[in-house]
């Protein structure tokens, strides 16, 4: 049912704030004319997570965010970033930190759960799933913290192990009812810094926030004033409607790359425009792709992928793959992913990849991050772990066939695909993992396997399925259930 508008209203908003520290608002309209693309770019957006099931029925919620209030990048169990503070005497700090976790007996993301789920939310059954809190990527060094790994070699891309924000405003977009909810989410008193509560776990002075439910009580301090509210209320609700009015200006988009002073409303010719663009970039590589086929510089390491340099040698990649093999024979390791980057110089900005990427590859986990310094895109069929409230969730995907020409050469693939022994022990293998995983954090008896080896169909594939179910303990939160299942089988072996 509709319910488009501002809510909760300033009364009820300050009865919220005697009882909870996390008072979501929300202004809801209808945006029909719109996709969650055109609002990314009407909004100024960073962040856009999308979702295509099966490569043909959309997701029900798209998400959007805007700015940050926070923002931690995680290097080396390190965490530098930023905080804006709301103080009680109405002004806002931004504070800077640096925290240093390598001599300490606990590490960067236990921090992040302190620094993001300390706080009670006021509960509003208005709002979607998300609306609140940490945004962002861990990469796969981030195992490095919570289980005895060797180091890795350093990145050559020299990006954060990991990076959090934590939005301005979350905007969702409803692909069935077409509405926007856009929240704001208003904190009732003055937390403490990110410096406070990191002394505070060196001292052993903060809890788990998942071992009591008033552990957030000391969360803030001093609470605001019913005058201090009143005005936020007043501001963020000001915020929210002047974002609704960009909603309703018509876009305007650059009508070719670097003409920035050359704009074309959104419209049917748009989208030509925008393959001339991508014509026009394929064919510069094209020609780049030709002329480096002549060039002496080409044939030392060969890439097996047209316009793309490969970060090992062909011959290199042989070596590992033999060297694996030889694990596996002497009982060493039982799966093992071997991988290399392709990696190309391009004019597109990431969003026009992203575009092309979503056309390609429509799949349930579609995401788009632009962090300034450089953008994340990807597609991705797997989810590694789900928490909702209590239930757990992970499905392994492990068993690969192309998609027929027709249904019956589709079924004879799949069909092929679960006679396959290999196909098969890679599967059951993951399953075993994921059960493994989900154990270490999961109510004793919990655990189950559904959907056992059910094929799925995408847009150009079709994989083999399971799902694994459990009830997570009561006294663990969601970054322990992350760091018993991370990084995910299908990456790691």
């Given at each position: ?5 501002l ?7 300050l ?15 209808l945006?029909?004319y719109?996709t969650p693309l055109?609002?990314?770019k009407k909004?100024g ?12 029925t ?12 926070a ?24 504070l800077?930190f640096?925290?240093d ?13 302190q620094?993001?789920l300390r ?5 509003n059954?208005r709002?979607?799933?998300f ?9 796969y060094?981030v195992v490095?913290y ?9 990145d050559?891309l ?6 959090l924000?934590?939005p301005?405003?979350v905007?969702?977009?409803?692909n069935?009812?077409?509405e926007?909810?856009?929240?704001s989410t208003?904190l ?6 990110a410096?406070?509560?990191?002394h505070d776990?060196?001292?052993?002075i ?5 071992q009591?439910?008033?552990s957030s009580?000391?969360a803030?301090?001093?609470?605001f004033s ?14 929210l ?9 018509p876009?305007?988009?650059p009508?070719q ?6 704009h074309?409303r ?6 030509s ?10 064919s510069?590589?094209t020609k780049?792709?030709e ?6 510089e080409?044939t ?8 793309f340099d ?14 694996a093999r030889s ?6 390791i ?12 391009t004019?597109?900005h ?7 990427l979503?056309?390609?590859n ?7 991050m632009?962090f ?6 990807g597609?991705?069929?797997?989810v ?8 757990l ?5 492990a068993g ?5 020409k027709n ?6 693939y ?18 075993d ?5 989900l154990?270490r954090?999961a109510?004793?008896g919990?655990?189950?396997v ?9 847009s150009?594939?079709?994989h083999?399925?399971s ?6 303990k ?5 970054i322990?259930?992350?760091a ?9 072996g």
């Open positions: 049912m509709s319910q488009q508008g809510y909760p209203p300033k009364k009820e908003f009865k919220q704030a005697e009882k909870f520290e996390a008072l979501p608002i929300s202004l809801s309209l945006t029909d719109d055109s609002l990314l909004l957006g960073n962040i856009l997570l999308e979702s295509v099931h099966k490569g043909e959309v997701g029900r919620h798209s998400i959007i965010t805007l700015g940050a209030r923002k931690l990048s995680l290097e080396n169990r390190q965490i530098r970033g930023y905080e804006d503070i709301q103080l009680a005497s109405g002004k806002t700090k931004r800077a640096h925290l976790f390598s001599q300490h007996n606990f590490h960067p993301l236990q921090f992040v759960g620094y993001f706080y009670r939310v006021a509960e059954e709002l979607p799933p609306f609140a809190g940490a945004i962002g990527y861990l990469g060094e490095q919570f289980e005895k790994i060797p180091a890795v070699k350093k050559k020299q990006l954060p192990d990991g990076l924000l934590f301005l405003v905007a969702v977009y409803d069935l009812s077409r926007l909810q856009l929240i208003v009732s008193g003055q937390p403490k810094s410096l406070q509560l990191f776990m060196v001292h052993g903060s809890k788990n926030p998942a009591s439910s008033q009580q000391s803030l301090a001093p609470k019913n005058t201090l509210l009143a005005s936020l209320y007043d501001g963020e609700v000001a915020r409607h002047a974002l609704a009015a960009k909603i309703a200006m876009l305007e988009l009508y790359q670097g003409q920035a002073a050359s074309a959104i419209s049917s010719s748009s989208s425009s925008q393959q001339t663009a991508l014509a026009k970039e394929l510069r590589l780049q792709q002329q480096s086929k002549n060039s002496e080409s030392k390491s060969p890439s097996a992928v047209p316009f490969s970060s090992i040698s062909y011959p290199d990649y042989k070596k590992i793959v033999e060297q694990y596996i024979y002497q009982g060493e039982i799966q093992v992913v071997l991988s290399q980057r392709f990696s190309l110089k004019a597109l990431g969003l026009e990849l992203y575009r092309s979503k056309i390609l429509p799949s349930p986990f579609l995401y788009y632009d300034d310094d450089f953008q994340l895109a597609s991705s069929p797997e590694m772990v789900r928490l909702h409230q209590d239930e969730l992970l499905r392994p995907i690969s066939a192309p998609r027929g249904i019956a050469e589709d079924e004879s799949a069909k092929a695909m679960l006679s396959d022994p290999k196909e098969c022990a890679e599967h059951v293998m993951l399953v993992l994921g059960r493994n995983d154990s954090v109510r004793t919990t655990v189950h559904e959907d056992f080896m059910k094929v799925e169909k995408y150009s594939i079709q083999i399925v799902t694994i179910t459990a009830e997570k009561p006294d663990l939160n969601a322990d259930v992350i018993a299942t991370f990084p995910a089988g299908t990456l790691s």
